[in-house]
């Protein structure tokens, strides 16, 4: 039991991890390729305010304010930079956390931060919470997307000088994306370093940004239900099949690839396109920008 | 004396990085992708490269075999990866390459071990004294064979038929093709020669390093990117200085930065600046 | 509605003074006009006179290096294209840039919703899209699309799209409506029932700037003429009037005879009506 109750957790913060991802890059169309450092800054922060004495559940806002914070400033940096840059930019942001997060010992340096104080919560108390968060995430998305916010989101991502010829503050927009995302992301981070006990900066690299994104990919850029699912599929394979745990990467890599080249749309599009076969409908996933180079 | 050293070791990696850039950037002017899966290129040439020279004693041919095949794997990359998905938005190709290069990392760690290649008898490992600076004779030669193979690219480039052909097709394909000019195939030469020009930059790695192994393409891939964005995306000139200048910015960084932050962070947290600063890149001539 | 109604009422908008260079080039020199409210005022110009760069100026895409450009007596220099359009101006493209994942109703109520748009967190708070869906509804009827509501923009002809340009920017509920060559790509028969449509929105009590190259349809359905050419304001006033200005005729003549003929002919058509 334990063991199912310690995937479970993982599954939970990845889930919640995906979603938040899933905002900016799925419903803003805002590449980010360093999302993992929001992650980092959560668990940072929730670990060491656990070792300077604050209950668990005090730490939660805070990492999510900080990370939030972070991503304010890489929101606002995101929008001075064309679409390709930031793409480059966000990779180089979280290149950036790691690389000051190595080289600070009161940080943990190369070596992390473990043997910080617990939460208070036996583990299957722990997973209730994580489920519960997940679940008002996901929720909170789905309602998101009914707003207009969610319609704004859209209209940005898919052509964002015509939002802004519409009337639409584009940089505002953006900007709220990245703020809840990266809250979000800071929550997961929070709960990922009370689950793992262990963090340092090889935890949060870009291997796992590129993993998250994946999630995100598999899933289908937009879908909040796939997303989930697929951030539970990808993030409990390594441990259902033995043999994959070393070759993850290997499946991780070659997913993305077959993905964008087979599927675009993810699970969502491969769903959507079962269900309504019609050609006529957008050849790309919903809210992306359909701009491209002649074949 | 620190500082020659300093900008020796910069130049050094400068040359290895603008080597790495040139064939990303030849890419991106094209076809307005990322291409992240050009450094497995980089790793293939350095191994082949060992493979070969351990194998046959010639310099000449672990380059030359080096080389070949790294500019076909770069054409096949274009033809199985790149050219099935340039009606689709860019973030797709831009995954789809991330993807490939996570997977060939992966094989080279499967099919030649995670501990390393390296050179049985690794050439041009003699010392040469230049002006009060020690140098390997392999720094020596990539700086002077860089220069070299660049500088005739660029001659290629301005003065044949074929340079000029790609030329036009990256400021206006539609315009290009209604010459007659033939549009996959300048996109075949340009993944050929870029690719080419990542295995011969690995080669010089294994060389200066003496070790292989399936990660070493990580580093460059990222940097790479950095540095054609800092030169002004398509820009050949503002890659070859962002090049330098990154270098430049490195070596100095870590020796009086280093306690803060590590190399790579330096080289991003400079990217990050002057993006803000300038947006469109450093050397960008818009 | 007569052209010459300059009468008490301040200008909704006043170009004034524009002076927009690049590099070394003058793409506008010094250009002013006004527009009264309740104007359907064409901006006319032979190729490269600078139309598209005053639109921009206008909207504020390109930065003026002088002059000022007022809506209702404000400013609004310095602000980004997204004010601008909230102040009061609405514009619709002349490359259509229709929002492809949306059905045309749904791009329509997009724009429609722009009160509850103005920020991120007010925009949270609304959920429902009736009352712009219903709104959309109308705006389509107007421009006569109305039947392709529920449809997809990636089948539709270049006309359709057109007047979905329009019904998007007039969901706005604009004091300016700016319109970048509406009917380019059309052909006569088109051109001719989307300049009818636009005069109908004119009729309706919007105040219209249009930049277009037909001039035939211009001529036809404008009270009032601006004519640029290389980046100078060269005639103002009554269509046939301003046609029959021999600087504006030089610089048609020189430049794209075709189209001063059918100018021609309009002038024709118009004296004997």
């Given at each position: 039991?334990?063991?199912?109750?310690?995937?479970?957790?993982?599954?939970?913060?990845?889930?919640?991890?995906?979603?938040?991802?899933?905002?900016?890059?799925?419903?803003?169309?805002?590449?980010?390729?360093?999302?993992?450092?929001?992650?980092?800054?959560?668990?940072?922060?929730?670990?060491?305010?656990?070792?300077?004495?604050?209950?668990?559940?005090?730490?939660?806002?805070?990492?999510?304010?900080?990370?939030?914070?972070?991503?304010?400033?890489?929101?606002?940096?995101?929008?001075?930079?064309?679409?390709?840059?930031?793409?480059?930019?966000?990779?180089?942001?979280?290149?950036?956390?790691?690389?000051?997060?190595?080289?600070?010992?009161?940080?943990?340096?190369?070596?992390?931060?473990?043997?910080?104080?617990?939460?208070?919560?036996?583990?299957?108390?722990?997973?209730?919470?994580?489920?519960?968060?997940?679940?008002?995430?996901?929720?909170?998305?789905?309602?998101?997307?009914?707003?207009?916010?969610?319609?704004?989101?859209?209209?940005?991502?898919?052509?964002?000088?015509?939002?802004?010829?519409?009337?639409?503050?584009?940089?505002?927009?953006?900007?709220?994306?990245?703020?809840?995302?990266?809250?979000?992301?800071?929550?997961?981070?929070?709960?990922?370093?009370?689950?793992?006990?262990?963090?340092?900066?090889?935890?949060?690299?870009?291997?796992?940004?590129?993993?998250?994104?994946?999630?995100?990919?598999?899933?289908?850029?937009?879908?909040?239900?796939?997303?989930?699912?697929?951030?539970?599929?990808?993030?409990?394979?390594?441990?259902?099949?033995?043999?994959?745990?070393?070759?993850?990467?290997?499946?991780?890599?070659?997913?993305?690839?077959?993905?964008?080249?087979?599927?675009?749309?993810?699970?969502?599009?491969?769903?959507?396109?079962?269900?309504?076969?019609?050609?006529?409908?957008?050849?790309?996933?919903?809210?992306?920008?359909?701009?491209?180079?002649?074949? | 004396?620190?500082?020659?050293?300093?900008?020796?070791?910069?130049?050094?990696?400068?040359?290895?990085?603008?080597?790495?850039?040139?064939?990303?950037?030849?890419?991106?002017?094209?076809?307005?992708?990322?291409?992240?899966?050009?450094?497995?290129?980089?790793?293939?040439?350095?191994?082949?490269?060992?493979?070969?020279?351990?194998?046959?004693?010639?310099?000449?041919?672990?380059?030359?075999?080096?080389?070949?095949?790294?500019?076909?794997?770069?054409?096949?990359?274009?033809?199985?990866?790149?050219?099935?998905?340039?009606?689709?938005?860019?973030?797709?190709?831009?995954?789809?390459?991330?993807?490939?290069?996570?997977?060939?990392?992966?094989?080279?760690?499967?099919?030649?071990?995670?501990?390393?290649?390296?050179?049985?008898?690794?050439?041009?490992?003699?010392?040469?004294?230049?002006?009060?600076?020690?140098?390997?004779?392999?720094?020596?030669?990539?700086?002077?064979?860089?220069?070299?193979?660049?500088?005739?690219?660029?001659?290629?480039?301005?003065?044949?038929?074929?340079?000029?052909?790609?030329?036009?097709?990256?400021?206006?394909?539609?315009?290009?093709?209604?010459?007659?000019?033939?549009?996959?195939?300048?996109?075949?030469?340009?993944?050929?020669?870029?690719?080419?020009?990542?295995?011969?930059?690995?080669?010089?790695?294994?060389?200066?390093?003496?070790?292989?192994?399936?990660?070493?393409?990580?580093?460059?891939?990222?940097?790479?990117?950095?540095?054609?964005?800092?030169?002004?995306?398509?820009?050949?000139?503002?890659?070859?200085?962002?090049?330098?200048?990154?270098?430049?910015?490195?070596?100095?960084?870590?020796?009086?930065?280093?306690?803060?932050?590590?190399?790579?962070?330096?080289?991003?947290?400079?990217?990050?600046?002057?993006?803000?600063?300038?947006?469109?890149?450093?050397?960008?001539?818009? | 509605?007569?052209?010459?109604?300059?009468?008490?009422?301040?200008?909704?908008?006043?170009?004034?003074?524009?002076?927009?260079?690049?590099?070394?080039?003058?793409?506008?020199?010094?250009?002013?006009?006004?527009?009264?409210?309740?104007?359907?005022?064409?901006?006319?110009?032979?190729?490269?006179?600078?139309?598209?760069?005053?639109?921009?100026?206008?909207?504020?895409?390109?930065?003026?290096?002088?002059?000022?450009?007022?809506?209702?007596?404000?400013?609004?220099?310095?602000?980004?294209?997204?004010?601008?359009?909230?102040?009061?101006?609405?514009?619709?493209?002349?490359?259509?840039?229709?929002?492809?994942?949306?059905?045309?109703?749904?791009?329509?109520?997009?724009?429609?919703?722009?009160?509850?748009?103005?920020?991120?967190?007010?925009?949270?708070?609304?959920?429902?899209?009736?009352?712009?869906?219903?709104?959309?509804?109308?705006?389509?009827?107007?421009?006569?699309?109305?039947?392709?509501?529920?449809?997809?923009?990636?089948?539709?002809?270049?006309?359709?799209?057109?007047?979905?340009?329009?019904?998007?920017?007039?969901?706005?509920?604009?004091?300016?409506?700016?319109?970048?060559?509406?009917?380019?790509?059309?052909?006569?028969?088109?051109?001719?029932?989307?300049?009818?449509?636009i005069a109908g929105i004119n009729r309706g009590g919007v105040t219209i700037v249009l930049i277009e190259h037909n001039l035939g349809?211009?001529?036809?359905?404008?009270?009032?003429?601006?004519?640029?050419?290389?980046?100078?304001?060269?005639?103002?006033?009554?269509?046939?009037?301003?046609?029959?200005?021999?600087?504006?005729?030089?610089?048609?003549?020189?430049?794209?005879?075709?189209?001063?003929?059918?100018?021609?002919?309009?002038?024709?058509?118009?004296?004997?009506?």
């Open positions: 039991m334990d063991y199912e109750i310690s995937l479970l957790t993982t599954i939970a913060i990845s889930v919640l991890f995906a979603l938040s991802l899933n905002l900016i890059t799925g419903f803003c169309g805002q590449i980010s390729l360093g999302h993992a450092a929001f992650l980092g800054v959560g668990a940072y922060t929730s670990a060491m305010l656990s070792q300077a004495g604050w209950p668990f559940l005090a730490t939660l806002p805070v990492a999510m304010l900080l990370a939030a914070a972070l991503g304010c400033i890489v929101g606002l940096a995101s929008l001075r930079v064309r679409a390709d840059f930031l793409a480059v930019t966000t990779m180089g942001v979280g290149f950036l956390f790691i690389g000051v997060v190595r080289q600070q010992e009161w940080l943990g340096g190369e070596m992390g931060l473990s043997g910080f104080p617990g939460s208070g919560l036996d583990k299957p108390a722990f997973l209730a919470l994580a489920l519960g968060l997940a679940v008002l995430t996901a929720l909170l998305c789905l309602y998101i997307r009914r707003t207009w916010m969610g319609r704004v989101f859209g209209g940005i991502a898919e052509d964002e000088d015509t939002m802004r010829v519409l009337g639409i503050d584009v940089p505002r927009y953006k900007l709220a994306a990245f703020a809840i995302g990266t809250a979000l992301a800071g929550l997961a981070g929070a709960l990922y370093a009370q689950h793992f006990k262990f963090i340092g900066p090889d935890s949060f690299g870009f291997v796992e940004s590129v993993t998250v994104l994946s999630m995100v990919v598999v899933g289908g850029i937009g879908s909040v239900f796939w997303v989930a699912v697929a951030a539970a599929l990808l993030s409990a394979l390594p441990g259902w099949f033995q043999f994959i745990g070393d070759y993850k990467l290997l499946v991780y890599g070659g997913l993305l690839f077959l993905m964008m080249r087979f599927a675009p749309g993810g699970l969502a599009g491969i769903v959507q396109s079962w269900r309504k076969p019609k050609p006529a409908a957008a050849s790309a996933p919903a809210g992306a920008v359909a701009k491209g180079v002649q074949p | 004396m620190l500082f020659f050293e300093l900008l020796a070791q910069s130049l050094v990696q400068g040359c290895i990085y603008a080597l790495i850039a040139l064939g990303l950037t030849l890419v991106y002017g094209l076809l307005r992708i990322l291409h992240v899966a050009h450094a497995a290129l980089f790793t293939l040439g350095a191994y082949l490269g060992v493979l070969v020279y351990n194998a046959s004693g010639s310099l000449l041919l672990a380059f030359a075999v080096a080389m070949a095949l790294s500019g076909l794997g770069g054409v096949a990359m274009f033809r199985l990866a790149y050219q099935p998905l340039l009606a689709r938005p860019p973030y797709v190709a831009l995954i789809a390459s991330i993807g490939l290069y996570i997977a060939a990392e992966e094989v080279f760690r499967i099919v030649f071990g995670a501990s390393g290649l390296s050179f049985a008898q690794p050439p041009l490992q003699a010392q040469v004294a230049i002006g009060g600076l020690q140098f390997k004779e392999a720094e020596l030669a990539v700086m002077v064979s860089s220069a070299i193979i660049i500088g005739l690219l660029g001659w290629l480039q301005t003065r044949t038929r074929i340079g000029i052909a790609c030329q036009a097709t990256v400021s206006d394909p539609q315009m290009a093709e209604s010459f007659g000019i033939r549009l996959n195939t300048v996109r075949d030469l340009n993944f050929l020669v870029g690719s080419a020009l990542a295995g011969f930059a690995g080669v010089w790695v294994a060389i200066l390093n003496n070790l292989v192994e399936p990660t070493m393409g990580s580093v460059p891939s990222y940097k790479a990117l950095a540095i054609i964005v800092l030169g002004g995306l398509g820009s050949v000139r503002g890659t070859l200085l962002a090049a330098l200048v990154l270098g430049l910015i490195e070596s100095f960084g870590t020796t009086y930065i280093g306690q803060l932050m590590d190399r790579n962070a330096i080289a991003f947290a400079f990217l990050i600046l002057v993006l803000m600063m300038r947006p469109q890149g450093l050397f960008a001539r818009r | 509605m007569n052209a010459n109604t300059t009468s008490a009422q301040p200008p909704l908008l006043q170009v004034a003074h524009i002076t927009v260079r690049f590099g070394g080039l003058t793409a506008i020199d010094d250009v002013s006009f006004d527009v009264h409210a309740g104007e359907l005022l064409g901006l006319i110009g032979p190729n490269g006179a600078g139309k598209t760069t005053m639109l921009r100026s206008i909207t504020g895409v390109v930065r003026a290096q002088q002059g000022s450009v007022r809506l209702q007596g404000e400013a609004l220099d310095g602000l980004a294209i997204e004010r601008r359009i909230r102040r009061g101006l609405a514009l619709s493209q002349q490359l259509v840039k229709p929002l492809r994942h949306l059905s045309l109703l749904e791009n329509v109520a997009l724009a429609a919703g722009s009160a509850k748009t103005a920020s991120p967190l007010g925009s949270l708070l609304h959920r429902s899209e009736h009352d712009e869906q219903a709104r959309a509804l109308e705006l389509l009827r107007s421009v006569g699309i109305a039947e392709r509501a529920d449809q997809l923009p990636g089948t539709q002809p270049l006309g359709v799209l057109k007047r979905l340009e329009m019904a998007r920017a007039l969901a706005l509920a604009p004091r300016v409506l700016l319109l970048d060559e509406p009917l380019a790509g059309l052909n006569s028969k088109e051109a001719h029932a989307l300049a009818e449509t349809e211009v001529m036809r359905i404008c009270r009032r003429l601006v004519v640029l050419d290389n980046g100078r304001k060269i005639g103002d006033g009554e269509p046939r009037a301003v046609m029959n200005d021999p600087a504006v005729r030089a610089a048609y003549l020189g430049n794209d005879s075709v189209a001063a003929s059918a100018a021609d002919a309009q002038n024709q058509e118009t004296a004997h009506a």
